[in-house]
Every structure is written in structure tokens, then in C-alpha cells.
């Protein structure tokens, strides 16, 4: 293997999948990344086993050229701090005879030690059963919407992901994630589908999911999405995800929601989240913050024992029904408000111990389901 | 106590002194601060100890009206962050008759246990023997250059100071610091001076030393230092620090400087600061770095087994000497020349075991003494 690249352009392939690499190694070579020239492309891979992450760039271009081809594995985080602190210009990698990659740039010149290629777990032959393309600004914003939802906990490893079902005969997609405790839905416009099979519904890992999404900087471009039996497929502009999905049954929501509700108030998001915020700062480890609502209007308030407490007013745009007194916790409330990027929300209650449901417009596709806390302390 | 304040005012004011927290505090009312409003002005005051940091601001005036004087003692922790999450606009404090810290702006009312200001530790009573006059900007850059070579090890109290020394007859001030590997020395000019005894040589801990001089915003303005037997005082523009003093000698550092050189470049700040960096990165845990001069020039060189190596050329200004190869510190190299602020260093060496010389200009009174490392592995 012998290629020339910029360092811009390999600091930014490595960027993109550098997420890909185990905090933990189970096998040493899950800690490199693979490089593999031809004549047509460069491919950069780095696996967790249940996800890799890929980048090509087209050869020749004026980023690259592949003079020999090849392929090698080489420590991730050697190569990942070398090109950061490389000044600009072009890097040359080449492998030698004795398994040496000898790396030039400017006046420094590294000799790294390598790891065969042939031993990288390959990524598993995919069945690309059905895929549908979605603007990479709508998949980013709406992952950042839900993903946070999710159970950070093994417990239940369903949980753990974000359910991803197509709707509408195939013209939106929806994404939801719950822990439990809280629950974020959100839907998508698709841009194209080529449906082979009927779609099922499919979960898929939550921090996987953001760690692609992350990447996402070309609103303009889509991604494509592509569904198999075991895993599935995000591609993007050379840059690829590919995860197993997480079997299991996603907890059924949709009774979750109830027909009616007793109170309904109308908010504005950014004065709200604020409020919450400095509420929470005396709800102590448990992160029990009240909130109360009467004809006079709605006011949060929290405890410390032995520190203080605190009240705070909330303005509100209009309110309807009974007065009502829940408990949630803060950082809950707090993370929900800040993900709906929306300027109002809806809140609407139906008992102390009845989910709280939280929404952007009336009668939307996007919500959020907090369970309230049963009693104050 | 009774009073109405800017958020803006007591944010600022409560970011100064935040530093003399103690982390872990050796009695309950250390993690507090003390809020004392008289007719003329609040000050806020936060302990370890070994060093106390006030805040004072005058009223009245646009920022504060004392209502009512009187002093108490809050959680810092919580006060700190309810002024942070707080919007702008004014602030009311007011103690109830029960002890409880009365807390209201905005929408926002927050109710505080206090702790009796009278247990808060008093101030050692001061007395100023001497006392000098240093622009801020000075003060800060000086302390920046010098307080990272201190040590962080308690095995020699004395080394986790900053020697402070006059020079030339009172108009100029020495600071150094070393932790027996790596030593900084550095020299300001002194604005004003009033000497009512001749001063020793003192030491202060570096780290009082930097938090003081973080705070220093106002570069045009001055800060007093007032020198006791047993502590210092820094006072700017309301703010101030009472520091104790560290007891013991101060090591000879004079013999260090040798009074000729076998060996000397001069070259690029920036681009040898990067090189060290760079080469560093397969230094391994061991730091070592080596640097060839020969005639041809001078390469930085760096090894980490099993991983590879990395040899850089490094462009010279000029040379003279002798060829010799030295190895260092890597970390503590990047250090110094970071620390310098000069576009320019030079290097002197005298032999592979003797002490490397870093200057900013020949013959200046900036120096840095960095020890090598022997032998290579």
C-alpha cells in the first residue's frame, strides 16, 4: 500500500468514524483502524462488532492518490493524534517490506507498527431487502428529538435503542425511544422509498445512531437507509453505518396517550426550560421538582431538607381545566423541553400519577410522555 | 441584613472568590460564603485557610444598595449556581428573623439556610510591613510564565511555592519556581514601591498565586502587595487575597546557570513548540524525547515500543558549538517554550547530563532551566 492524501482530507475521514471504536477492545485489533487502497478508492474502517463505521474517498482526486494498492490496520489513536497535529499539506503513508507503515508529512516522518489487515472482522454479507433515502438535516434533527429518550441501562436492552417504523403507506418515518420513565416520538418526511418487502418495525441502538447522526453536516445531502433481516445500513456521501439491530419487542406505547385530558396549559419552551432549571437546582439527588396549577396560573417549586427551597411563577399563554398538583423529575423535564425545538409547548395532565404528555403543536406526530413522581418525598 | 444587588454585580463578584473554596473543607462554614453589607459596602469572602479571597463592592451605588447591614453565611455551591441560572436584573437578600436567607428576582423567590457569620474564620490580623505597587497585566503574564514549574508534590512543601525576590534596589520583582526537574525565573518592573524594611525572599503557594492572578481583567489597573511576617495581601479594585506564607528555604538556584555554553541554537517558538508535541506522541508514558545537533542541523527523535517511532528535522536560526544529543522531558519541554511568549528561544546546552538552558533573549533575567533525562531507555 502507498497513497498520498491531504491531511484535511484524512483528519476529516478519521472524524467521521472515529466513533466506531470500542471504549473497550474484546480483540486488539478492534483498537486500529483498517486502510484499504485500490485503484478506485481509499476506505477507512473501525468496528465495535455490533457497528462499524466506514469512509471512502474517490481515488485519484485532488485529495488523494493511491499509488500502490494494499491494506493495513494501525493503532486508532496513534494515527488518530498524529494527522490532528500534522500541519496541512500532503501525507504520504506507505507500507515497507518488514510490515513497517512509514508515514511522511512536512519535516516529521513516523514509522508505525501494523496489524494484518485479514484479521479485521469483516462487516457480515448485508440482504438489502428494502431502503428509503431521508434528508440528512430531518434524520439529524429528529434522532436529536428521541435518542436521549432512551435507557442508558442493560436491564432491558430493547430499551436501549430507538424504535424505527415507516408510516403513512411509506412516506414518513417514525422514530421513538423510551427508558421507562420518559418517552420521546418523533416523525420524518422520506424523500424516496423502494420498498421490496413490507417493512417491519426495527430497533436499532441509540448511541449508534446519534454517533452517525453527529456527522451529519451536509443538511442539503440524504441518507440512505437500507433495511436488512439482522442489520441495517446508513450511507451517506462516503460515509457509512453499518448495526445490528436489537431484537426483541419494543414496548407497545400508543395506550400510553390518553383520549382526554382534565388540564391543558400553553407555554413558551425557552422561559419554561429556564424555570425548570433553576427550580431543579434545590431538588436535591432525587430531582423532584412540583409543579401546580391553579386558576391563578402555574408555579414550580422544589425542596432541599437542610439547604432551602424555591417557587418560581411560570407565565403561561393559556390554561384550561381542573387545578392540579404534579411531581417530575427536573432533569426529565429539562432534557424533554430542550429537545422539542419548539418555540410553545403544550402540557396536558389528567392526574398526579397519569403521564404527563408534552407537545409541540396540537394533535402532532411529535410528543413526549413524562411519568410523574408519585409523591413529593 | 437587607440588601439589592445586580445579578451582573454578584456573579462577577462570587466568580472571583470562587477559587478560595476549598475542596474538601475541613469544617462545615468553609463551604460557605460570607456575605457582610455595612452602610458603605458588601463584601463577600471565601476561606481555605491559608488563604482568604474578598470581594468587596461599594454602596451605594448603581450595582448595590445595603437596606439593612449585617452578615451571613450561605452553601457557596448553591449560591453560586442560583446566581448563574438567574437572568439578568436586580437581586433582593434579606435575612428573616428565623435565619432563613431570603432570596427573590424575577419570578424566581429562593429561601437558604445560613450559617452564623461569627463561626466564619477571621483574617489573621495584618501587619504591613512593605508593600509594592505591580501593573496587572505585568502581574498576570509573570505568573502565567513562572507557576507551572512549581511542584505539585507535598514532599517538599517549599517547591509548591513561587519565590518572590526584589531586585535592583526595589525596582524589580523576581519570581521562580521549580520543582527540582524544570525551573522558570522571570522579572518585572515595579510601578511604585514603599519599603519600610528591607524585604526577604518570600514564597507563596503557585497555586494562590494563579487563581489570584486568573482574575485580573484590567490590565491597566494595579494590585498592591503588601508583605507580613507570616502572609501576603494582593489587593485590586475591591478584590484581595490574604495568602500565609510557606515557611523554609527556598533553594540556591544561582549555580544552576553555568557561565559558558557548549553548545547554543536559536529558533521558531511556534514551530518548535509543535514539533515537540508531535515527536512527543510516541514518547510513550516515559516523556522521552531526544534532540540531535550536529552540524548539519538539529532532529527531534522519539521511540515507543511495540508502536514505532517518529524523527523530526528542526529548522535553526543559527548554531554554534559543539554536535551533542540530549534527551528531556517532552511534556515539560512543550511546557517552557509555551510558557515563554517570545517568538524567539535560545537553547544552550553543555553536556548530555548538564542542565538545558531555554532563554527568550541572551542575557536576559527570563530563564528556563529544564534537567535532562540521562539515557534514552
Same mark, same amino acid.
Given at each position: ?17 472515529? !466513533? ?12 486500529? *483502524? ?62 515497507? #517490506? ?20 485479514? #484479521? ?26 428521541? !435518542? ?19 408510516? #403513512? ?24 422509498? /423502494? ?22 453536516? /451536509? ?76 386558576? #391563578? ?26 387545578? *392540579?398538583?404534579?411531581?417530575? +423529575? ?7 423541553? +430542550? ?29 413526549? *410522555? ?8
Amino acid at each position: 500500500m502507498h497513497i498520498e492524501i491531504t491531511r484535511h482530507s484524512l483528519h476529516h475521514a478519521l472524524q467521521h468514524i472515529a !466513533a466506531g471504536l470500542p471504549s473497550r477492545p474484546v480483540q486488539p485489533i478492534l483498537a486500529g *483502524i483498517k486502510l484499504q487502497a485500490d485503484a478506485h478508492r481509499l476506505t477507512l474502517t473501525c468496528s465495535k462488532l455490533t457497528m462499524t463505521l466506514k469512509y471512502q474517498l474517490p481515488s485519484p482526486s485532488e485529495m488523494l492518490t493511491v499509488q500502490q494498492s494494499g491494506s493495513t490496520v494501525v493503532s486508532a489513536r496513534y494515527l488518530i493524534d498524529i494527522v490532528r497535529s500534522l500541519p496541512g499539506g500532503v501525507i504520504s503513508l506507505r507500507m515497507t #517490506e518488514n510490515g513497517i507503515l512509514h508515514m511522511q508529512s512536512g519535516q516529521s516522518v513516523y514509522r508505525l507498527a501494523t496489524m494484518d489487515a485479514n #484479521e479485521f472482522p469483516d462487516t457480515p454479507p448485508f440482504d438489502d431487502r428494502t431502503s428509503i433515502l431521508i434528508n440528512n438535516g430531518d434524520l439529524k434533527t429528529i434522532v436529536g428529538q428521541v !435518542a436521549f429518550a432512551a435507557s442508558t441501562s442493560e436491564a432491558r436492552p430493547v430499551l436501549t435503542g430507538v424504535s424505527m417504523t415507516m408510516r #403513512e403507506g411509506g412516506r414518513s418515518l417514525k422514530l421513538l425511544a423510551t427508558d421507562g420513565i420518559r418517552l420521546a416520538a418523533r416523525t420524518a418526511c422520506i424523500d424516496a422509498e /423502494d420498498f421490496g418487502n413490507p417493512l417491519p418495525s426495527i430497533v436499532i441502538e441509540a448511541k449508534h445512531l446519534t454517533d452517525y447522526s453527529k456527522m451529519l453536516t /451536509d443538511a442539503a445531502s440524504s441518507t440512505q437507509i437500507s433495511f436488512g433481516d439482522h442489520d441495517i445500513r446508513f450511507q451517506t456521501n462516503g460515509f457509512s453505518m453499518l448495526a445490528s439491530l436489537i431484537p426483541g419487542q419494543f414496548p407497545s406505547t400508543d395506550k400510553l396517550l390518553p383520549p382526554a385530558f382534565g388540564t391543558e396549559i400553553k407555554l413558551d419552551t425557552a422561559s419554561f426550560a429556564e424555570a425548570v432549571g433553576r427550580v431543579s437546582l434545590l431538588a436535591g439527588d432525587s430531582r423532584v421538582v412540583g409543579m401546580r396549577i391553579t386558576e #391563578e396560573g402555574a408555579e414550580l417549586f422544589a425542596t432541599s431538607p437542610d439547604i432551602g427551597d424555591v417557587t418560581e411563577a411560570v407565565a403561561l399563554a393559556w390554561r384550561t381545566g381542573e387545578a *392540579i398538583t404534579v411531581y417530575f +423529575n427536573g432533569k426529565y423535564m429539562k432534557d424533554i423541553v +430542550n429537545a422539542t425545538e419548539s418555540e410553545q409547548l403544550y402540557i396536558r395532565l389528567t392526574g398526579r400519577e397519569k403521564p404527563i404528555i408534552i407537545e409541540t403543536a396540537p394533535d402532532d406526530d411529535t410528543y413526549y *410522555i413524562l411519568t410523574p413522581i408519585r409523591s413529593a418525598h
